[in-house]
């Protein structure tokens, strides 16, 4: 009997331990289950992640802008307080924002050397840092503003590399940032640096060819005493009507760009343009091809192919009777008509072979005469609402564009 019972209990023990061990088992598949189905969870946010910030930056013509919407998104996504992405200047070896979500503008504008602060410290060493709680940590004292806020918070740095090259950081801060988070930034790292260095190479390369184009423009119109310093003048008198009427950054380059061109088709009419003295009928006619020529030419490069309406469209009026189309008043884009205001204020304002320049008071009659018939009206008033303002802005472009232009041609005396 006894015999009997000693066997039934070692038998239950064994069935125990096997019970036990098909526990462990089932525990561990659902372990791993889980852990698969959650890294490939993780992987699918990542790929699809990766895949839009390609496709989104890989086709935007403001890269800041588009990185700071991204930033948006995955602050949102990730609850996080704030994140920053800075890059790496070369020209005075410092750190600076370049697209951030949720920080201060007084944040933003901080900058910082290799070394230091917790972003110079990332970046020289290229090394991720996730603090848990900042607290009192040394690596923030070093930083230019208040750093109080961070204190109960987590703090994330991410090297930005492409290839071995380390072209800046990412920052995040949360109440929390977990390891999950951290991973999944740096994955973001990973597929926004070697984009953002893209785009940064092609930027460069774009400012070389505009400066070239520049040069060469500046040194066309330097070829006639009439015409030098022109299109230096439309541009400054251009952005001094975008700030009037609040343009956006990206309106502001494109009116940069445009203004300085406008008058670009007037390169391949070089023998008119620098006849010193009053032109023929048959003269007048070939210059007043000079929109198309532009647009022909700037057409060549895709990343001017937005100033083509500035250039090709620069003498419509919303009378309808100006030229090459003859567009009519809102016909016209608000750009092109900033450009018109700003070419005929130049005109008006410098010597011509056939008259001296007009006064300040005469140009502003003429543009009041003149408004909503050959300038739009709205912007004609936010051109010459401050006299005083015009006032020096004159004097001070008239001045700026003798010296700076001689300088900038690269034909020093
Ligand atoms: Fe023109
Ligand atoms: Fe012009």
Redo the contacts with the bound molecule.
């Keep these: 009997m006894k015999r009997g019972k000693s066997r039934l209990e070692e038998e239950l023990k064994l069935a125990k331990k096997r019970v036990d061990s098909l526990k462990q088992e089932v525990l561990y598949k659902t372990i791993s289950n889980e852990k698969l189905e959650n890294q490939i969870e993780e992987l699918k946010k990542n790929l699809g992640m990766q895949f839009e910030i390609v496709s989104k930056i890989g086709s935007s013509p403001d890269l800041a802008r588009t990185t700071g919407n991204i930033l948006r998104q995955v602050r949102k996504k990730m609850r996080l307080d704030e994140i920053a992405i800075l890059l790496f200047e070369p020209n005075d070896g410092r750190l600076r924002h370049f697209a951030s979500y949720g920080l201060s503008k007084k944040k933003t504008r901080a900058t910082f050397a290799p070394g230091d602060g917790i972003s110079g410290i990332v970046f020289q060493t290229k090394k991720r840092c996730l603090i848990e709680r900042v607290g009192r940590d040394p690596r923030f004292k070093r930083w230019e503003v208040d750093t109080e806020d961070y204190l109960d918070k987590a703090f994330l740095s991410i090297p930005l590399k492409e290839e071995k090259r380390i072209i800046g950081v990412v920052n995040a801060s949360a109440q929390h940032i977990s390891v999950d988070y951290a991973n999944s930034l740096t994955v973001l790292a990973k597929t926004i640096a070697p984009m953002i260095s893209l785009q940064q190479m092609k930027k460069h390369q774009e400012d070389a060819y505009f400066e070239t184009i520049r040069r060469i423009m500046d040194f066309t119109e330097a070829l006639n005493p009439y015409t030098f310093g022109?299109?230096y003048r439309?541009y400054q008198y251009s952005l001094h009507i975008a700030d009037k009427l609040k343009c956006s950054p990206r309106e502001r380059d494109l009116l940069g760009r445009g203004s300085r061109l406008?008058?670009v088709g007037k390169i391949a009419i070089m023998d008119i343009v620098k006849k010193p003295g009053l032109l023929s009928k048959s003269e007048l006619k070939i210059m007043r091809e000079h929109p198309l020529l532009g647009e022909q030419f700037v057409r060549g490069f895709e990343f001017l192919k937005d100033t083509v309406p500035i250039i090709k469209h620069?003498h419509e009026r919303p009378s309808g009777k100006g030229y090459p189309w003859g567009l009519e008043g809102s016909k016209i884009p608000r750009l092109v008509s900033i450009v018109s205001i700003a070419?005929a204020f130049d005109?008006m304002t410098s010597d011509r072979p056939y008259r001296e320049r007009s006064s300040l008071d005469y140009a502003i009659s003429e543009l009041k005469k003149y408004r909503g018939y050959q300038f739009n009206e709205g912007i004609v008033e936010a051109f010459i609402e401050n006299y005083h303002e015009l006032e020096i802005l004159l004097k001070d472009v008239k001045r700026k564009s003798k010296a700076t232009d001689l300088n900038d041609s690269g034909f020093t005396s």
Aim: proline fraction near 0%; avoid cysteine.
């Design positions: 022109h299109s439309v406008h008058d620069h070419d005109a």
